[in-house]
């Protein structure tokens, strides 16, 4: 995908920080910043919108490195994990979803817990 898709982007906006948070904090967050992020994405022009969910997780794994958070959380906005080269398994949730979203594609972020898991 080419950069550039992501428009009106505050940088210092970017970055929710979210110290001693439980799971249905992180939930409710992770949310609403897919949900205000969509707004702000544009979808390529010249790329098939029916193939998003492949061509956005391709983008997501090619660009972002996985790195994973103990502790505080850090949820990023699609332009802030870009920007960032990294993110957690909320951020890329966030960019993939709004790259979807973007394209016109109906989206649900859906979340697993495991039994034994307490987090």
């Known amino acids: 995908m080419p950069s550039g898709y992501i428009q009106d982007a505050p940088y210092t906006r970017a970055l929710v920080w979210q110290p001693d948070a439980d799971n249905a904090d992180l939930v409710r967050l992770t949310a609403r910043a897919a949900r205000s992020a969509w707004p702000r994405i544009v979808w390529p022009d010249g790329l098939p919108r029916e193939d998003a969910a492949r061509i956005a997780h391709a983008?997501?794994?090619?660009?972002?490195?996985?790195?994973?958070?103990?502790?505080?959380?850090?949820?990023?906005?699609?332009?802030?994990?870009?920007a960032d080269g990294r993110g957690d398994c909320k951020s890329l949730a966030v960019l993939v979803a709004a790259l979807c979203a973007a394209a016109g594609r109906s989206v649900a972020l859906r979340y697993v817990a495991y039994p034994g898991e307490d987090w």
């Open 59 to 82: 983008y997501a794994r090619d660009v972002v490195q996985y790195v994973k958070e103990d502790g505080d959380q850090l949820i990023r906005m699609p332009w802030r994990t870009v």
